[in-house]
């Protein structure tokens, strides 16, 4: 089981930028994703990101605001997210797809998960 460790959260203002990384101990074709959960909420599904960078999907909610991207020469995907609001604040999670397809956005479709980033907007 591949292991991911993400970095970069933080407290920012609304309007902002964070680049979050997530750290790989293995790379492969599977598609990658990151997740977001909120306090008393679900986790969501954010972004997803197939093998070779060719093909993303995000959820309509950072469509514009946020940029998924990955390095498989660093095993490592990022998430940079523009524009900051308020409703960004939330714990997000990298994750390693079953298979290689874009269309995954349900927790089932991933099969590891990293640890956790805090990250919080707010003036």
């Known amino acids: 089981q591949v292991q991911l460790v993400e970095s970069g959260g933080g407290l920012v203002q609304p309007g902002a930028s964070l680049r979050l990384s997530c750290a790989a101990s293995?790379?492969?074709?599977?598609?990658m994703g990151w997740f977001r959960q909120a306090p008393g909420k679900e986790r969501e599904f954010v972004a997803v990101?197939?093998?070779?960078?060719?093909?993303?999907r995000y959820v309509d909610s950072v469509k514009g605001r946020f940029t998924i991207s990955r390095d498989n020469v660093k095993k490592t995907v990022y998430l940079q997210m523009n524009n900051l609001k308020p409703e960004d604040t939330a714990v997000y999670y990298c994750?390693?797809?079953?298979?290689?397809?874009?269309?995954?956005?349900?927790?089932?479709?991933?099969?590891?998960w990293g640890q956790g980033t805090q990250v919080t907007v707010s003036s």
């Open positions: 990101i197939n093998w070779n960078g060719g093909s993303t």
């Open positions: 994750a390693a797809a079953t298979g290689s397809s874009i269309y995954y956005d349900k927790l089932t479709d991933f099969r590891s």
């Open positions: 293995a790379f492969s074709t599977r598609a």
